[in-house]
Nanobody, 119 residues
Framework: QVQLVESGGGLVQAGGSLTLSCAAS????????MGWFRQAPGKERESVARISWSTGNTYTTDSVKGRFTISRDNAKNTGYLQMHNVKPEDTAVYYCAARPTTYGNYPYWGQGTQVTVSF
């Protein structure tokens, strides 16, 4: 099992920056990919970014490309989502997730952290 705990959410003004952290514990050696997802009120959960735990290769969805950066610190077993030039439409609960495979579903999820962007 892998346990994930997000932190760093909060209230930020449009145009500002925020960094989310995802601390992993348990069988962290089994992590292949870590992803960040978000869910806004009344909307479906969407994938924001993902990173290969071993290679550091990343993917970022078009809506946040150039504004959000995913990274990880293997020594700390922690993933990060740096958010810059945030917009009100970025308001959502952000979740980190992990999977032991390159593709497929994520079996491990954090509890989520709220990000609210004000005008």
């Amino acid at each position: 099992q892998v346990q994930l705990v997000e932190s760093g959410g909060g209230l930020v003004q449009a145009g500002g920056s925020l960094t989310l952290s995802c601390a992993a514990s348990g069988r962290t050696f089994s992590i292949n990919t870590m992803g960040w997802f978000r869910q806004a009120p009344g909307k479906e959960r969407e994938s924001v970014a993902r990173i290969s735990w071993s290679t550091g290769n990343t993917y970022t969805t078009d809506s946040v490309k150039g504004r959000f950066t995913i990274s990880r610190d293997n020594a700390k077993n922690t993933g990060y989502l740096q958010m810059h030039n945030v917009k009100p439409e970025d308001t959502a609960v952000y979740y980190c997730a992990a999977r032991p495979t390159t593709y497929g579903n994520y079996p491990y999820w954090g509890q989520g952290t709220q990000v609210t962007v004000s005008f």
